[in-house]
Nanobody, 127 residues
Framework: QVQLQESGPGLVKPSQTLSLTCTVSGGSITTASYYWSWIRQPPGKGRVWIAY???????YIDISLRSRTSISRDTSKNQFTLRLSSVTPEDTAVYYCVASETFRYSDSGNRNMYDYWGQGTQVTISS
């Protein structure tokens, strides 16, 4: 059973860089053929997919955030990390790391596409 756990700061100041790490257990991020993604849900809004890293190491980032987002992995720790720079209060959300066997951008806001979820971590952007 794959388990995911997010970690990172709960409060970040505007203009700083948000860094969140997902630690995976019960499966390897290099051998399990999943898409390892980050999604977020702003208050009162729907889920928004941000980026994924595949078991091959290939990455893809949503075009709306591409200029200030990176996703990477540490295979020795079985972790993948999201970095979002120049944050604003609009980046306030619950951030989730998730895993899915398939990925369709058109379904990226549908929770049913994702097979495994972290518990989510609240990130607030405020001075």
């Amino acid at each position: 059973q794959v388990q995911l756990q997010e970690s990172g700061p709960g409060l970040v100041k505007p203009s700083q860089t948000l860094s969140l790490t997902c630690t995976v257990s019960g499966g390897s991020i290099t051998t399990a053929s999943y898409y390892w993604s980050w999604i977020r849900q702003p208050p009162g809004k729907g889920r928004v997919w941000i980026a994924y890293v595949q078991h091959t190491g290939s990455t893809y980032i949503d075009i709306s955030l591409r200029s200030r987002t990176s996703i990477s992995r540490d295979t020795s720790k079985n972790q993948f990390t999201l970095r979002l720079s120049s944050v604003t209060p609009e980046d306030t959300a619950v951030y989730y790391c998730v895993a899915s066997e398939t990925f369709r951008y058109s379904d990226s806001g549908n929770r049913n596409m994702y097979d495994y979820w972290g518990q989510g971590t609240q990130v607030t952007i405020s001075s």
